[in-house]
Nanobody
Framework: QVQLVESGGGLVQPGGSLRLSCAASGSIFSRYYSMDWYRQAPGKQRELVAGITSAGYPNYADSVKGRFTISRDNARKTVYLQMNSLKPEDTAVYYC???????????WGQGTQVAVSS
């Protein structure tokens, strides 16, 4: 079964940290696939937060540069998003998104809620 399963969301105070995980399952996730983290706040459009290529090259939205770090463990087919110095404006549902360009396949995870509040 092909799926993405996210975990790690929760409630944290401003300035705190969280680590999100997204585990991919299915044989199509073999080698060449990129993984991204998006987020969607209430009343706003979904936006790209960070992405990482199959070769491990990361990219970040300006709003999270210097605070968030994306990484991947290819053996575990898992991508991580380490979020530090969290702000109330980081509150959103965070979604994992994977693409397998060789077969034009993409899939979304179910989302995990992150709330930053005192």
């Amino acid at each position: 079964q092909v799926q993405l399963v996210e975990s790690g969301g929760g409630l944290v105070q401003p300035g705190g940290s969280l680590r999100l995980s997204c585990a991919a399952s299915g044989s199509i996730f073999s080698r060449y696939y990129s993984m991204d983290w998006y987020r969607q706040a209430p009343g706003k459009q979904r936006e790209l937060v960070a992405g990482i290529t199959s070769a491990g090259y990361p990219n970040y939205a300006d709003s999270v540069k210097g605070r968030f770090t994306i990484s991947r463990d290819n053996a575990r087919k898992t991508v991580y998003l380490q979020m530090n110095s969290l702000k109330p404006e980081d509150t959103a549902v965070y979604y994992c998104f994977a693409q397998v360009p060789t077969i034009a396949f993409s899939i979304w995870g179910q989302g995990t809620q992150v709330a930053v509040s005192s």
